[in-house]
């Protein structure tokens, strides 16, 4: 659906009044951009809840919201936005999705191509939020990522890495407050944590608790799909809810 058939069905259409498009930046890799598997609830339209197409129009959020590798299927965004509306009937809110799958933070920062995606994911999550802004605002960063920095040489170097990217992202962006939610890796019985999986949950908490107006969201409990890579859907729906009641907080 393009943006001006977007605005014909009052259900799906584009506010008037920016302040009333609730825009939130979907960021990260894999688990951000969902690999669950798409079940018929998934690709149900939730009014008032859009996302920014690979097109660059508005369209109803339904899985999968990214398009990052084939895989691409059910996230967290939908469950999110069902928990967010809860709490503001009446506004709309618009994703846009820039996770790319497998991408260590050293891909999130401008001008650094990611050839698994055959993208620039720092520098098209601004150019895509930028867009968006012309018809919204910002309310939101939801980011998920660190299992590819899990390895020696890279998670000594994440904690000043996630903050820098996060100073970047609201200076880039003209919202030094937004609220910026991050999500807990995924810990697994069959897959267990190494040491440097573990310096970069230790550097996601201590982010989140020194950084302004930022959040961390525990994955524990969450299941995996086969894989103990990936959360399975119907966690990815329960972190959605985990990531809102974290963001409300903040508010």
Known sequence: MSASAATSDAEFAIPADPAAFHIFLLAGQSNMAGRGEVAPEDTVPIAHVLTLGKDGSWHPAVDPIHWDKP??????????ALAYLADHPGETIGFVPAACGGSPIAMWQPGAF????????YDDAIARSRSALEHGTLKGILWHQGEADGHPGLSEVYA????????????????????????????FDAAPWGAHTARVDAAHRAVAASVPRAAFVSSGGLTSKPDNIHFDSASLREFGRRYYAAFRKLE
């Open 114 to 121: 990611f050839d698994q995606t055959n993208s620039h994911p």
């Open 71 to 80: 895989m691409a299927g059910t996230g967290l965004a939908r469950s999110f």
């Open 160 to 187: 000043d890495a996630l903050t820098e990217l996060i100073a970047r992202l609201r200076r880039e962006l003209g919202a030094p407050d937004v609220p910026f939610v991050l999500g807990q890796i995924g810990r």
